[in-house]
T-cell receptor, first 114, second 114 residues
């Protein structure tokens, strides 16, 4: 079985400050990890992924995430938040043997205030 | 745009109606998915199709009936729905078999059952 936990329903940061959205996971095999963002009245948009290789992954819009195997975490980060980053963020995991099935977290609402 | 389109964008139907949701992907992917997104359960996987074959039915009630005539099109046929089925229905696609696996989502159909 695989699972994802996003421990924070809501994250609030001031514009220009660094942001972190947390994600921890559980899989039986090697994890494939993803972050998606959802703006109001839109579908989810892929941001970045970790499949293999460097633990620090860079993605769209200046976001990055660090894969930490010992802590089973894949936190999303950005050095300087923008008001336009305000959205709903989902972490997802699948193991390398579970063809076609990703498990999504419950989502974290990020609010960046001017 | 993500390359995945969904129609209609909004649908209001009575409990005795029959309607269909349509999804089309223009990405050449070989897997397609239906998700339900509601306030109670942010993202629920309903069905998975790999190479037009259904590989996952996540205990979805029979009043939801998927159809995948080819790898580019996916339908969700709706019949005798309940008010609790009101939600955003998202379609997604991905390329299985390469190290991509990220999913591309359509904008969703907002369904209201009256």
């Amino acid at each position: 079985a695989q699972s994802v936990a996003q421990p924070e329903d809501q994250v609030n940061v001031a514009e220009g400050n660094p942001l972190t959205v947390k994600c921890t996971y559980s899989v039986s095999g090697n994890p494939y990890l993803f972050w998606y963002v959802q703006y109001p009245n839109r579908g989810l948009q892929f941001l970045l992924k970790y499949i293999t290789g460097d633990n620090l992954v860079k993605g769209s819009y200046g976001f990055e995430a660090e894969f930490n195997k010992s802590q089973t975490s894949f936190h999303l980060k950005k050095p300087s938040a923008l008001v336009s980053d305000s959205a709903l963020y989902f972490c997802a995991v699948r193991d390398n043997t579970n063809a076609g099935k990703s498990t999504f977290g419950d989502g974290t609402t990020l609010t960046v205030k001017p | 745009e993500t390359g995945v389109t969904q129609t209609p964008r909004h649908l209001v139907m009575g409990m005795t109606n029959k309607k269909s949701l349509k999804c089309e992907q223009h990405l050449g992917h070989n897997a397609m998915y239906w998700y339900k997104q509601s306030a109670k359960k942010p993202l629920e996987l309903m069905f998975v199709y790999n190479f037009k074959e259904q590989t996952e039915n996540n205990s979805v009630p029979s009043r939801f009936s998927p159809e995948c005539p080819n790898s580019s099109h996916l339908f969700l046929h709706l019949h005798t729905l309940q008010p609790e089925d009101s939600a955003l229905y998202l379609c997604a696609s991905s390329q299985e078999g390469r190290k991509d696996y990220e999913q591309y989502f359509g904008p969703g159909t907002r369904l209201t059952v009256t």
